[in-house]
């Protein structure tokens, strides 16, 4: 069954270190999502893209992040400058085309922990 | 804008019980709703979905909500619950004013005591 990949499962990093989290789509997937969830609150979006543009992004999403799918497959979310208020699991999600009534495709998460 | 309320922050049943988990909803337009499932750390995974038609929609893992417009409520069910039931539970609303985001609610830890 075609899945959702992420890596790394787990990032440590100081405060003020750019951190780059990667995501491998469903490869017939073209709409693609970032989330994260706070440790033991719910799950907010961040940002979706969409042919190579940013559809959508939330108020967390400031300048300080920035997405980029740079080779077809792959589909990244940097965080130029790390706060503590990063430390997150950071979840991608596809979804294919057409119509939207049908599910997104999470990875298994990247938990990044800034010190 | 669209919302969903989880006020449930743990559910506690013993195995074999019938579970409920609630989900209350506000949206704009027809309602489109999802529930997704957390195991240890894992990634969300989809379980159901309520788009058009029966009240009652079937899942995976034998899970079913039932929808009521009157209530505006979208509760997840099992007749029987499992050990390994025991997860995080989200409710989530497509968002169809923008990119058709979901919006989750704050989950519900599902807690199944043999």
């Known amino acids: 069954e075609p899945e959702v990949t992420q890596t790394p499962s787990h990032q440590v990093t100081q405060m003020g270190q750019e951190v780059i989290l990667r995501c491998v789509p469903i490869s017939n997937h073209l709409y693609f999502y970032w989330y994260r969830q706070i440790l033991g609150q719910k799950v907010e979006f961040l940002v979706s893209f969409y042919n190579n543009e940013i559809s959508e992004k939330s108020e967390i999403f400031d300048d300080q992040f920035s997405v980029e799918r740079p080779d077809g497959s792959n589909f990244t979310l940097k965080i130029r400058s790390t706060k503590l208020e990063d430390s997150a699991m950071y979840f991608c999600a596809s979804r294919g085309s057409g119509r939207f009534t049908g599910e997104l495709f999470f990875g298994e998460g990247s938990r990044l922990t800034v010190l | ?114």
Do not use: M
Not at chain 2, 53 to 77: I, M, P, R
């Open chain 2, 1 to 114: 804008a669209q919302s969903v309320a989880q006020p449930e922050d743990q559910v506690n049943v013993a195995e074999g019980n019938p579970l409920t988990v609630k989900c209350t909803y506000s949206v704009s337009g027809n309602p489109y709703l999802f529930w997704y499932v957390q195991y240890p750390n894992r990634g969300l995974q989809f379980l159901l979905k309520y788009i058009t038609g029966d009240n009652l929609v079937k899942g995976s893992y034998g899970f079913e909500a039932e929808f009521n417009k009157s209530q505006t409520s979208f509760h997840l069910k099992k007749p029987s619950a499992l050990v390994s039931d025991s997860a995080l539970y989200f409710c989530a609303v497509r968002d169809a004013d923008s990119s058709y985001k979901l919006i989750f609610g704050s989950g519900t830890r599902l807690l199944v005591r043999p």
